[in-house]
């Protein structure tokens, strides 16, 4: 599996949002891979990351923040081993046989049979949601969007339009890739969630 940070637009302008941003993708980006290390290194490995960026001057300081953040509390993973940075515009990173998916918590859900092959995540952190932000960008770049069929769990107050955090919508992915069960790989990852984030397990209830 290829999972895609997408980092190509709602990126903000302004200083202190756009620190707040990245400071943000930094940690959820370094709880998966410490988290998944073991996955992104085996051999095979389960999946690969790649953020992309628009320009240097945008993946620069998130890879400087995670590289700090890895070498203070995991010396031991080694960011190239674990993640790639590209500027490469999507057309051209994803031709059309790498079949990719744009995940969009306002698309119709994913088949849950299998993993895809190649999955967007929007590096979206926003304190109030936009709704079809990210299903207009993938529209934007003729790439298929879905939602991850999130109410087939037992969790109650799951639903499929829930914006899940960056680190466990990946962990979710590759726990799925590995394991083979989507409802599996929910239970896994939205345990770690709450473990992370008690007060607060899910942003959307009905």
Known sequence: MHIVL???YGFPSQARPRKERVNALARQTVNFLQTKAADLTSDPPAA???VVGRSEADL????SRVSS???AESPSLSPPSLLSYSTVPLPSLLPPSSRPVYLSPDAPPL???APPRTVL???IIDRQIKPNRSLNHAASHAIPSFCLP???SSLAELRDDEPLNVDTVMELLVAWERGGSFVGAVGEAMVRHEGRHPGRPVHKTS
């Open 6 to 8: 997408d980092l190509t």
């Open 69 to 71: 953040l890895l070498a």
């Open 121 to 123: 995540i929007g590096g």
């Open 111 to 113: 088949p849950p049979a």
């Open 150 to 152: 999130l109410s087939l």
């Open 48 to 50: 690969r990351l790649t």
């Open 60 to 63: 620069e300081p998130l890879r």
